[in-house]
């Protein structure tokens, strides 16, 4: 049972565009979300956070989206460059009781950035 | 600050040998994870701790063990290996629940 979804394994986009990865869950006991940026042979590093109270967060280029009516967050970048080229991981979590922190994730969407 | 780190980074067991992947963080972080990593799929939680001597099971435990003597240090043992614990694992760290987890580099195993 997956109940982190990201079903576009891959997302090519041209620098200086917008990148929009999308995220569907399917448990509605999760109410807090992150998207992580993974490198090849490197470990997994935090991009940014949205807790269920709120609809949209933004860091500098990424901003994330959440619809909880629809169980569907999104990650734009914009714009994009070539350095953002990497695995993208939506993780979700239960902020209450027994959750401990304990993340599950999406299978991972693979962003190419061409200059 | 050297953040989480794992050891060894890359290792090929033999079907039925024993080790152990070692992790360790020095960010006096409560919580620590064991996450494996599958060609093609997301992380999947093996073990975690939400402080010295206290250890739970995550979502695929089978054929691993773990102990957490100290704040710092949360071994992950893996007993009779086989082909289906071939996979990259992942330790991770963090402060509080929620909150974002911190991640090693990453421990390849290969099990022929």
Known sequence: DQQVKQNSPSLSVQ??????????YTNSMFDYF???????????TFLISISSIKDKNEDGRFTVFLNKSAKHLSLHIVPSQPGDSAVYFCAATAAGGTSYGKLTFGQGTILTVHP | ????????????????????????????????????????????????SVGAGITDKGEVPNGYNVSRSTTEDFPLR?????PSQTSVYFCASSYSSPGEL??????????L
């Open chain 2, 102 to 111: 911190f991640f090693g580099e990453g421990s390849r195993l290969t099990v």
């Open chain 2, 1 to 48: 600050n050297a953040g989480v780190t794992q050891t060894p980074k890359f290792r090929i067991l033999k079907i039925g040998q024993s080790m152990t992947l070692q992790c360790t963080q020095d960010m006096n972080h409560n919580y620590m994870y064991w996450y494996r990593q599958d060609p093609g799929m997301g992380l999947k939680l093996i073990y975690y």
């Open chain 2, 78 to 82: 893996l007993e009779l290996a086989a």
């Open chain 1, 15 to 24: 620098e200086g565009r917008i990148s929009i990865l999308n995220c569907d």
């Open chain 1, 34 to 44: 992150l998207w992580y940026k993974k490198y090849p042979a490197e470990g997994p």
